[in-house]
Nanobody, 124 residues
Framework: QVQLVESGGGMAQAGGSLRLSCAAS????????AGWFRQAPGKEREFVAA????????SYSDSVKGRFTISGDNDKNMVYLHLNSLKPEDTAVYYC?????????????????WGQGTQVTVSS
């Protein structure tokens, strides 16, 4: 099993920045890909970004590409999401996820482990 704990959410103004952190513990050697998803009220959970655990290859959704950056620190078993140029439509609960697979997949059901989520609220 892998446990994931997010932190770093909060409130920001449009154009501002936040950094989300995700601490992984347990069988972290089984992680192939780590990802970030988000879910706004009344909407489905959607892919935001992913990073391959060993190679550091990244993938982003079109809505955040160029504004958000995913990074990882394997030594510390941490994954980060840097949110820049925030928009009100970025408001959502952000979830860290991990997959035992090795491909940078986007579907929610491709990920085996999930954190509890952290709220990000962006005001205009």
């Amino acid at each position: 099993q892998v446990q994931l704990v997010e932190s770093g959410g909060g409130m920001a103004q449009a154009g501002g920045s936040l950094r989300l952190s995700c601490a992984a513990s347990g069988r972290t050697f089984s992680i192939g890909v780590a990802g970030w998803f988000r879910q706004a009220p009344g909407k489905e959970r959607e892919f935001v970004a992913a990073i391959s655990w060993s190679a550091g290859i990244t993938s982003y959704s079109d809505s955040v590409k160029g504004r958000f950056t995913i990074s990882g620190d394997n030594d510390k078993n941490m994954v980060y999401l840097h949110l820049n140029s925030l928009k009100p439509e970025d408001t959502a609960v952000y979830y860290c996820a991990a997959s035992v697979g090795g491909l940078l997949m986007r579907p929610v059901n491709a990920y085996n482990y999930w954190g509890q989520g952290t709220q990000v609220t962006v005001s205009s």
